[in-house]
C-alpha cells in the first residue's frame, strides 16, 4: 500500500511538472507572438509619425543648392504638382536661401521634353536666370535624381542642400540625400493638390518605403524593386502602393 501510494505520488509530481513546462511554453509562444506583433507595429507607427512631421515642418536654412524633385510634365508645361514645388523654390531663391537651383527628372518613352527642361523654363517665367539653374536629367526616381545630382554638385563642392519637394516625400528623400553624402534639410510646398486621403495614402507608401530602407538601406531597397518589378511585370500598375512607387514623379 505504501509502495502504491509513493508510486502514485511520483506519477502525479511527473504529471505537474509536465503540465508547468507545458504551461510555460505556452506562455513564451505566447509573448513571442506578441511581440512579432507589436514591435513591428509600433516601429511602423513611430516611423508614420516621423513622416508625418517632417511633411509638417519646413527646415528651410541657408545653403548651398535647392533641389527640386521632379514629377509629371505635359510637352513643357509642369503639370500641378511639379508646378508647387517650383512656386516654393522660386520663392526660397527670392528669399536668397540658396543661390543655385537643381532642377531633376528625365522623361518618359515619347517625352519632348524632360522634367528638368520643364522645370527651368518654369523657372525663368519666375525671374531665376539660367545661371542659377543646374539640370539633373537622367533620374527617373528620386534616388536616381538624387543620386546623379549629388555626383555633379560634389564636383562644385556643394555638399549643403534643401530638398524641394510635396511633403509627404520630405522624409524619404532626406533619408536618400543623407546617404548619398549631402548635408540636406527639407522645404516641402505648401500649395501641393495632393491633399486629403490621397495625401494620406502617400504617406502610407512613404512610411513603408521608410521604415524597409532604415533596416536595409535606401540604395538597396530601389534594387529590391527593380528586382520584384523584372519578376512581376505586372507590378508597374498594381504593385505600387506599398513598397512600390519610388518615382519622384506623381502627377
Do not use: C
Request: no cysteine; glycine share 8%.
Amino acid at each position: 500500500m505504501a509502495e502504491a501510494a509513493t508510486g502514485g505520488g511520483v506519477a502525479a509530481a511527473d504529471g505537474s511538472r509536465s503540465r508547468s513546462r507545458s504551461l510555460n511554453w505556452a506562455r513564451v509562444l505566447r509573448w513571442g507572438l506578441a511581440v512579432a506583433v507589436v514591435v513591428p507595429v509600433l516601429y511602423f507607427g513611430v516611423t508614420f509619425l516621423q513622416v508625418w512631421w517632417t511633411a509638417r515642418h519646413d527646415g528651410a536654412r541657408p545653403a548651398q543648392a535647392l533641389i527640386v524633385l521632379g514629377a509629371a510634365q505635359y510637352d513643357g508645361r509642369p503639370s500641378p504638382v511639379l508646378r508647387a514645388r517650383l512656386d516654393h523654390a522660386a520663392d526660397l531663391w527670392h528669399r536668397r536661401i540658396a543661390p543655385v537651383v537643381v532642377v531633376t527628372g528625365g522623361k518618359e518613352e515619347g517625352d519632348r521634353f524632360t522634367e528638368s527642361q520643364a522645370g527651368a523654363n518654369y523657372l525663368h517665367t519666375k525671374g531665376i536666370p539660367d545661371e542659377a539653374i543646374l539640370r539633373e536629367a537622367t533620374g527617373r526616381t528620386s534616388w536616381q535624381s538624387l543620386a546623379a545630382s549629388a555626383r555633379f554638385l560634389r564636383q562644385r563642392r556643394i555638399r549643403d542642400v534643401v530638398l524641394v519637394s510635396d511633403p509627404f516625400h520630405a522624409e524619404r528623400i532626406r533619408g536618400i540625400a543623407d546617404e548619398l553624402g549631402l548635408d540636406a534639410a527639407t522645404s516641402p510646398t505648401r500649395t501641393s493638390p495632393i491633399k486629403g486621403f490621397s495625401e494620406l495614402r502617400h504617406m502610407v507608401t512613404e512610411t513603408a518605403q521608410v521604415a524597409v530602407a532604415r533596416i536595409i538601406g535606401f540604395r538597396r531597397l530601389v534594387r529590391v524593386e527593380q528586382r520584384f518589378a523584372v519578376a512581376q511585370p505586372e507590378a508597374r500598375s498594381a504593385g505600387r502602393a506599398i513598397l512600390w512607387s519610388a518615382r519622384s514623379g506623381v502627377v
